[in-house]
T-cell receptor, first 114, second 115 residues
Framework: QQQVKQSPQSLIVQKGGISIINCAYE??????FPWYQQFPGKGPALLIAIRPDVSEKKEGRFTISFNKSAKQFSLHIMDSQPGDSATYFCAASSRTGGSYIPTFGRGTSLIVHP | EAGVVQSPRYKIIEKKQPVAFWCNPISGHNTLYWYLQNLGQGPELLIR????????DSQLPKDRFSAERLKGVDSTLKIQPAELGDSAVYLC?????????????FGQGTRLTVV
């Protein structure tokens, strides 16, 4: 059973456009929602994260929108650049024994054309 | 600060052979995770350690997979014998424990190919 559903599977945008990736979760015990960026041959790296007590978080060109009642959250990349081309994973975490355990979506392959 | 270090980066073995992966977490991180990442998929948790104790290994196929974290620092993940379906990237991650801890830091992974 997939606990975090992510869409779309792939996304192609033009330079300067907006990239939007959506995720949904079921487990209400999740209380930390990070987005990871992964380049080929590299491990995932934290991009931006949000806690459910806020509806939006912005860091530079990256924004997370969070809808707690709908159990959905999304990543918006403004002014997308070719260097943003990577795979993006949403994740949902719950605290167990003092540690957060991220559960990942299946990923979105983003290609930004110059 | 050094990140999570994994070795080897790549490994090609024949089916039925054993293989081992090594992970050195970020200094001071008590929590260590091993994740499996199949091609085109998100990482899936195999096992989680708190110091030297495996506290969550429900997704680890124990008939062929084993892991250890001696002295609560470095960890090894072993497969014996390997099967064709084990071909994937094995990711190690670590995080600090305790109040406020949230982010898992990942290594570059070991890409395993079983032929």
């Amino acid at each position: 059973q997939q606990q975090v559903k992510q869409s779309p599977q792939s996304l192609i945008v033009q330079k300067g456009g907006i990239s939007i990736i959506n995720c949904a979760y079921e487990n209400t015990a999740f209380d930390y929602f990070p987005w990871y960026q992964q380049f080929p041959g590299k491990g995932p790296a934290l991009l931006i994260a949000i806690r459910p007590d806020v509806s939006e978080k912005k860091e530079g060109r990256f924004t997370i929108s969070f809808n707690k009642s709908a159990k959905q959250f999304s990543l918006h990349i403004m002014d997308s650049q070719p260097g943003d081309s990577a795979t993006y994973f949403c994740a949902a975490s719950s605290r167990t024994g003092g540690s957060y355990i991220p559960t990942f979506g299946r990923g979105t392959s983003l290609i930004v054309h110059p | 600060e050094a990140g999570v270090v994994q070795s080897p980066r790549y490994k090609i073995i024949e089916k039925k052979q054993p293989v081992a992966f090594w992970c050195n977490p970020i200094s001071g991180h008590n929590t260590l995770y091993w994740y499996l990442q199949n091609l085109g998929q998100g990482p899936e948790l195999l096992i989680r350690y708190e110091n030297e104790e495996a506290v969550d290994d429900s997704q680890l196929p124990k008939d062929r997979f084993s892991a250890e974290r001696l002295k609560g620092v470095d960890s090894t993940l072993k497969i014996q014998p390997a099967e064709l379906g084990d071909s994937a990237v094995y990711l190690c991650a670590s995080s600090p424990s305790g109040r406020g801890a949230s982010e898992a830091f990942f290594g570059q992974g070991t890409r395993l190919t079983v032929v």
